[in-house]
């Protein structure tokens, strides 16, 4: 297994289960040593941020990778971007952002892209080469906003 330096976790945010599945079965494909941090909501993901640092790195790791839905019950994919914005940037600190949707509304890829918290605008499914790009993306984040599509 490879390991990316810096990548501590993935973090998948998505209400849909069959989705998660196939999105950590590509994962796992592509042979990444990294935990994969399956939240089916906004508030779950953002409890997790909020307590990874002050919990143990082992069961909370920093994630480096965001994979986040928009179209989802409760809190969208826009609500949590907006709650996200209030972290702190230590919280934020080495995370790229990359919408996975199904959406096909060119609004929303739109506004992603007026969105500095945003990084990338991916289609589901996502696949190795998706996820490829992704990676390649964190590795090469600089501290400019990137917008990727």
């Given amino acids: 297994m490879r390991k990316v330096t810096g990548l501590d976790c993935i973090i998948l945010i998505d209400d849909d289960k069959i989705t998660n599945f196939i999105n950590k079965r590509v994962i796992k494909r592509c042979d990444i040593d990294v935990p994969i941090k399956v939240n089916h909501n906004g508030p779950a993901a953002l409890n997790y941020l909020k307590t990874m640092c002050c919990k143990s790195a082992d069961k909370f ?22 709650e996200y914005k209030k972290l702190s940037s230590v919280k934020k600190e080495k995370i790229i952002i990359a919408i996975l949707t199904t959406s096909a509304n060119p609004d929303d890829e739109k506004t992603a892209k007026k969105i500095p918290e945003i990084n990338m605008y991916i289609k ?25 599509s």
Avoid: A, C, Q
């Fill in 124 to 148: 589901k499914p996502l696949t190795v080469e998706k996820l490829e790009k992704t990676i390649n993306h964190y590795s090469h984040k600089n501290s400019l906003h990137s917008f990727d």
């Fill in 61 to 82: 790791p920093r994630p480096g990778i965001i994979f986040l839905d928009i179209n989802m019950p409760g809190m969208d994919g826009w609500s949590f971007i907006d």
